[in-house]
């Protein structure tokens, strides 16, 4: 599912564990190569800006997607003797967009779901690095008992943040927490499979985000209720 893990900062600063840190030079005849580990230390971690706006712009798709559909099942019926149809239609699409939770759902992409899923995926791969059907059964299971509830948990919170209702959080996670994490299961399980087996590293955000359209979709109209 969407994904982040373990705590934000942990993940993100997961890019260490595939660094080497720079050996202190010997003698000054090695001045060049301790200049350039230098720089490499103060490089530090970098913040993944390309998935990060992916991440962002499908989150922003599935809440469009999701506020469309709401605004078009409440529309009253169109008139079709009408010469304004075309123009009803539009204005009954595009009238009264909910900015505040579209930005809501964009955050969240930008500043979670990119940036946590991209650094989720390189540790998967760090620590089961074989591509063999146990490590791939293996990845879907912890994306699904790791990824899966660490997302609920997070765009819930994120919502009601946002929202000023923090005080019914815990109301909301008994409500709607397990009913969308089982009805997530059914569609990401198989999306993971492709995901991990299939589909290269570098490519694997993008993938998911893909699939984050349709769960986007789904979440923001949970979070609407």
């Known amino acids: 599912m969407e994904a982040l893990g373990g705590g934000f900062g942990g993940l993100w600063n997961s890019n260490h564990l595939f660094r080497k840190r720079p050996k202190k030079p010997e003698s000054k005849s090695k001045s060049k190569s301790s200049d350039s580990a230098a720089a490499t230390g103060r490089a530090g971690y970098r913040f993944p800006l390309k998935q990060a706006v992916t991440a962002g712009s499908l989150a922003l798709a599935g809440d469009t997607i999701a506020q469309l559909r709401e605004r078009w099942t409440k529309r009253e019926p169109l008139n079709f003797e009408s010469?304004?149809?075309?123009k009803d239609v539009i204005w009954t699409l595009l009238s009264d967009h909910d900015w505040i939770r579209a930005l809501r759902m964009t955050s969240y992409g930008f500043l979670f779901y990119g940036p946590g899923s991209y650094a989720w995926y390189q540790y998967l791969d760090y620590?089961?690095?074989?591509q063999t059907v146990e490590n791939l059964i293996l990845k879907i299971v912890l994306n699904q008992i790791v990824l899966g509830p660490t997302v609920i948990a997070v765009v819930f919170?994120?919502?009601?943040?946002w929202q000023g209702k923090l005080s019914q959080l815990p109301e909301k996670?008994?409500?709607d927490a397990l009913p969308t994490l089982l009805f997530g299961f059914r569609f990401w399980i198989p999306v993971s499979a492709l995901n991990f087996g299939v589909v290269?590293?570098?490519?694997?955000?993008?993938?998911?985000?893909l699939g984050s359209i349709f769960w986007n979709f789904c979440l923001s109209s949970t979070m609407s209720k």
Do not use: D, G, I, S
Not at 83 to 86: D, F, I, M, P, R
Not at 200 to 209: D, K, S
């Open 83 to 86: 010469n304004a149809l075309t």
């Open 127 to 130: 620590a089961l690095p074989k």
């Open 157 to 161: 919170a994120w919502n009601n943040l």
């Open 173 to 175: 996670y008994q409500k």
């Open 200 to 209: 290269p590293l570098q490519a694997r955000v993008a993938f998911m985000c």
